[in-house]
Nanobody
């Protein structure tokens, strides 16, 4: 299973970005997997951002992004998105997508990871 994240970049505070993550691999079935986004700022531990259940019926957010970020998925395309609005300098980090059967906020519980995409928000 390979996850390919994209969409990172540099933006000013208050701006928006949309991250994408596409999965590939013969054994991967998006319909059976939950998706998550995590981020890691320099010198900090990787932290949970958002997750969405396999059906798309449930989504979860960290307190720091709730109301500003939206996670969504298109199973037919094996793709998950993270729409990020009202970005703040503290959102600056490398963002990683992940896939697994649960929606834990603990990144140790996720087995499939993308390579990360850098988001930089300037004030």
């Amino acid at each position: 299973v390979q996850l390919q994240a994209s969409g990172g970049g540099s933006v000013q505070a208050g701006g928006s970005l949309r991250l994408s993550c596409a999965a590939s691999g013969r054994t991967f079935s998006a319909y059976a997997m939950s998706w998550g986004w995590f981020r890691q700022a320099p010198g900090k531990e990787r932290e949970f951002v958002a997750a969405i259940s396999w059906s798309g019926g449930r989504s979860y957010y960290s307190d720091s992004v709730r109301g500003r970020f939206t996670i969504s998925r298109v199973n037919a395309e094996n793709t998950v998105y993270l729409q990020m609005n009202s970005l703040k300098p503290e959102d600056t980090a490398v963002y990683y997508c992940a896939a697994d059967r649960g929606t834990s906020g603990d990144y140790h519980r996720w087995n499939y990871w993308g390579q990360g995409t850098l988001v930089t928000v300037s004030s």
